[in-house]
């Protein structure tokens, strides 16, 4: 074992039943009896339904049911919304307990998106569930589509809800408007830029899926699903969905194959298969398909950004400006308005000392997909913003951008640094991971000769540096009731020792792939002393855990972290008190050290963690106050968010020919604290870097006209493969966090949260254009390219 | 056709592709169902000793056919050299693609016992994984080839977390 438990690579214990196909997924699950549902989705982007014939559905073999919004009025409420950002302005459709925010769980008078649910088969098998769905007759009356958050804001519109006159979600704004503007007015130098920062569809590997199971001698409901928050959708689909007592739901979720913050939302299908499970009296079970996916699912991104940037000809960058629209989709996603508005706003001034800060955030409903958070999710848009305007900048007064980069940091002596916008940055040293990541990638030594190299074989090559601080740890609990939440954002663990002196460590929140059992036993074993392997994490199902709020917003070590070690002190001091009182000493004569607790040079006076554990199981001439065993639950709620930081520089060369962009060398340093397994961190920071690389190269939720995903499946939208990306060269400054016992700050999303912005650099810098928008499909880089030609030759590229 | 040793009789219907037949009617639910239409490659197992997706071969084509998944490759307790390079390395972090990672990488070590990571890399190019960038598994498969690859399964090491 190595000296400390925590902190060390230990293999993650998860990984063996992966390894051996033994984890089981939600779509593993085959409940005796159980039936099978199928979801009829909307092909109309935006339509009154004028009628629903059922009857054909109805009669199909094997078919056990068939729901439509009439059947549910009265026994399923809309699904809640509960981050409402607020703002000078702020609408949402009506929930009936006052939630201000719902989507109703099947679409009644009218759809809004293509696949917005509108009707539920249960059927013996899922062919015949979905044969039955394929054969509901629906009669539409379209109406006129909207896809855009600006142009639905616009006069004229089509409008979506009667409650939500313009489409308008929010007008949300954070910072100093008139500072800011003065700022710009009075600057010497100012850089604008218009930025589509693209919809991306999240795309775990796992879709999806359900299963709800109803016992009526108990009147109790069980539902497995893919969550990521099984407490949070036990609270909503108990109190405000079903309308039932919270002891009757029981929520578990397996193993979650992936979720990228997909998972994290209420979704029609959790409810339906409760309900039908109590319809049909058979467990029912739903698993989405990868084209259902691409609509059944929250999709991420998707703003338009104005940003301009005002500075100095020597470089001092004084103001900041985003006016942003952001498109929340058909309906307001479970948290999906504070995504596009906080998240975003707040963060646009990155690792950077403005004087003036100030955005405004349009947020809007269209006929698409509602959205959601993908990793990274507001902070990546805001970065990718604020990274390409300080290149745009640089570039404007002919100054090298990392110089430029330097002379504007935060410096290590200002914190705590309240950013402007909302946020007050905890601790960090930017100088220090800029230099590190320029070291790494050896930044300037040799670049000119490699442009020219890389020229002669016909490529262009680029270099893109961005930096990034991430609002990580969601969250202190009252901070983000003013940030609209409308819930706690605490966590919790219950730790509970075995009387062998093992032990059970209980969480609220849950893993989709990040080690939560390898890691929290960590934790545990650290401050005991003990074998990690002595210490048995359990998670993710509400009938066995204490209260939780889930994994996002990179919070699991950072907020239930210290709620696990508070857990562990309380017990320790437990036994340092039981151990004096049995030996007869001052507690203060008591050391707990090296698994073992007692008087200091003395054995016959020492006893081990175990030894401990039995005796506190059996209670035997304890002191009365001392209770029995070893059992404690702790809750904790940080102070404030923790804010990781790092910088990443991106080398690409374009292919002259093609468009094709390749990623040549890619270098990230990322500090997020004190680490609790570097082995974990790496594949957080690995993975996270890819999803930003991506969304730059490749990813685009595109809509056509109609309203329709023009890449419904993943033969057309694309995802990176193996040979897209080299191996990553990393390394990271460590800066503890005050707010929390482990110094630990956020670490599962942060590293997409530059990266992104990183390939956007790089490619600007390759083809020499102040600016081109994700994705950097070799079509539109081929365009640019053509287009620059046609300049260099004096006259307009023809060949498009 | 013989699964993971086993032989299995069976009269299946036309349209019925191996991995759901894997998964519901013999419970070997190793193999995952994450596209359906071949991309991403959660449903590889092997067929004939070759890596197969699950999803687009169908069971009536695999008649006398040796089919091995991922749940066969090694006996309770012990996982292939590949399985521990990956281990090692972190190579699996939600593991829903790992299964039909392992039994593309397992073809690939069997046919070129020494890649390279180009190699590598270009082997993968029927596998899509959201979590480890692809990063913890090429370094496995290399560290595994390096290994050379014996078929005896390593042992599960106990002083893992």
Redesign the interface.
């Known amino acids: 074992?190595p000296d400390r438990v925590l902190g060390a690579a230990?293999?993650?214990?998860?990984?063996?039943?992966?390894?051996?196909?033994?984890?089981?997924?939600v779509?593993?699950l085959?409940p005796p009896g159980a039936a099978h549902m199928a979801i009829a989705g909307s092909e109309q982007a935006h339509a009154l339904i004028r009628g629903i014939d059922t009857s054909a559905a109805e009669a199909m073999q094997g078919v056990l049911a068939v729901v439509t919004a009439a059947d549910l009025d009265g026994v399923l409420m809309p699904l809640p919304c509960i981050w409402v950002p607020g703002g000078t302005e702020s609408h949402f459709p009506p929930h009936p307990y006052g939630v201000p925010g719902a989507r109703p769980v099947l679409a009644g008078d009218r759809v809004r998106y293509v696949g917005d649910p509108v009707a539920a088969v249960v059927a013996e098998t899922p062919e015949q569930a979905a044969r039955a769905a394929a054969a509901l007759r629906v009669e539409y009356e379209p109406l006129p589509v909207v896809l855009r958050a600006d142009e639905a804001v616009r006069d004229g519109a089509p409008q979506l809800h009667d409650t939500v006159p313009g489409n308008l979600n929010a007008r949300w704004t954070c910072g100093d408007r008139e500072a800011a503007d003065a700022a710009i007015e009075a600057a010497e130098v100012v850089v604008e830029l218009d930025i589509v920062n693209q919809r991306t569809v999240n795309?775990?590997?796992?879709?999806r899926g359900c299963v709800g199971a109803y016992d009526p001698r108990t009147e109790e409901y069980t539902l497995w699903a893919s969550t990521q928050s099984p407490h949070n959708h036990r609270f909503l689909l108990a109190a405000l969905v079903l309308g039932i007592p919270f002891t009757k739901l029981r929520v578990i979720a397996p193993?979650?194959?992936?979720?990228?913050g997909t998972k994290g939302y209420l979704y029609p299908d959790m409810a339906l298969v409760l309900h039908l499970a109590k319809v049909t009296g058979r467990p029912v079970k739903w698993?989405d398909?990868?084209?259902g996916l691409m609509t059944s699912t929250v999709q991420g991104r998707d703003q338009r950004q104005h940003a301009t940037l005002a500075g100095t000809r020597d470089g001092r960058m004084t103001a900041v400006k985003c006016v942003a629209h952001a498109n929340l989709g058909a309906y307001p996603s479970t948290i999906g308005p504070g995504v596009a508005t906080a998240l975003m706003g707040r963060s646009i001034t990155g690792m950077y000392d403005f004087q003036a800060g100030f955005c405004e955030v349009t947020a809007a409903f269209t006929n698409t997909v509602p959205l959601g958070a993908q990793r990274g999710s507001g902070r990546a848009e805001a970065m990718f913003m604020l990274e390409r305007l300080v290149d745009r900048f640089a570039d404007e007064i002919g100054m090298d951008r990392a110089e430029v980069r330097r002379r504007n940091l935060v410096p290590a002596d200002a914190f705590p640094y309240d950013n402007g916008l909302g946020w007050t940055y905890d601790s960090g040293d930017y100088a220090a991971a800029l230099d590190r990541a320029l070291e790494i990638a050896g930044h300037g030594a040799g670049t000119a000769e490699r442009r020219a190299e890389a020229r002669a074989r016909g490529r262009r090559l680029g270099v893109g540096i961005a930096g990034y601080v991430a609002v990580c740890g969601v969250g202190p609990s009252t901070r983000m009731s003013k940030e609209g939440m409308l819930g706690g954002t605490w966590e919790s663990a219950n730790l509970r020792v075995h009387p062998t002196g093992e032990m059970t460590l209980t969480i609220g929140s849950s893993s989709?792939?990040?080690?939560h059992e390898?890691v929290f036993?960590?934790i545990i074993a650290d401050e005991f002393g003990v074998d990690?392997?002595t210490v048995e994490v359990a998670h993710s199902d509400t009938g066995g855990s204490p209260y939780g709020q889930g994994t996002y917003g990179s919070r699991s070590f950072s907020v239930g972290g210290p709620a696990a070690l508070a857990a562990a002190r309380t017990l320790k001091a437990k036994i340092v008190r039981t151990a004096a009182a049995m030996f007869g000493v001052a507690e203060d004569d008591v050391v707990y050290a090296d698994g073992a607790v007692g008087v200091p040079g003395d054995p016959e006076r020492t006893k081990t963690f175990a030894e401990m554990a039995m005796v506190l199981w059996y209670d035997w001439d304890l002191p009365r106050d001392v209770e029995a065993t070893l059992d404690a639950t702790s809750y904790f709620d940080p102070p404030d968010f923790n804010y990781p930081f790092g910088v990443h520089i991106a080398e690409v060369e374009i292919d002259e020919e093609t468009g094709a962009v390749e990623v040549t060398r890619y270098t990230a340093v990322n500090d997020v604290g004190r680490i609790g397994n570097p082995?974990?961190v790496?594949?957080q920071f690995?993975?996270?870097?890819?999803?930003g690389v991506s969304q730059a190269l490749m990813e685009e939720a595109r809509y056509g006209d109609d309203g329709r995903l023009l890449d419904p499946?993943?033969?057309s939208y694309r995802?990176p493969?193996?040979?897209d990306?080299p191996?990553?060269q990393l390394d990271q400054t460590v800066t503890p966090t005050p707010h929390n016992e482990l110094g630990a700050k956020g670490a599962g999303e942060v590293a997409t949260v530059p990266a992104a912005a990183a390939i956007g650099n790089a490619v600007c810098d390759a083809l020499g254009v102040a600016h081109l928008d994700m994705p950097y499909t070799p079509e539109k880089v081929w365009r640019a390219l053509a287009a620059d030609r046609g300049a260099s030759t004096g006259k307009e590229a023809t060949r498009s | 056709m013989k699964v993971n040793g086993r032989a299995v009789d069976d009269d299946v219907e036309p349209t019925v592709v191996l991995v759901d037949y894997l998964r519901s009617e013999l419970g070997l639910t190793g193999a995952k169902v994450g596209c359906e239409t071949g991309q991403c490659g959660a449903c590889a197992v092997s067929v004939d000793g070759r890596a197969v997706k699950g999803c687009l071969a169908l069971v009536v084509q695999l008649d006398g056919g040796i089919v091995e998944t991922v749940e066969g490759l090694a006996p309770d307790g012990a996982l292939t050299p590949l399985q521990q390079a990956l281990h090692d390395e972190h190579g699996t972090q939600c593991g829903f693609c790992t299964p039909g990672v392992v039994m593309a990488m397992t073809d690939l070590l069997a046919t070129d016992p020494d890649p390279g990571e180009a190699e590598i890399r270009a082997g993968l190019s029927g596998n899509l994984c959201r979590c480890t960038g692809y990063q913890s598994i090429v370094r496995a498969v290399l560290a595994a080839a390096s290994q050379g690859t014996a078929d005896a399964p390593a042992e599960e090491a106990a002083s893992d977390a």
């Open positions: 074992m230990l293999k993650a214990r998860e990984d063996v039943g992966q390894l051996r196909g033994q984890a089981t997924y779509a593993d085959a795309s775990p590997i796992e879709p193993t979650v194959g992936g979720s990228f698993s398909s990868r084209r989709t792939g990040q080690s390898t036993a960590q990690p392997a082995l974990v790496r594949g690995e993975g996270s870097i890819l999803h499946d993943l033969r995802l493969h193996a040979a990306v191996f990553f």
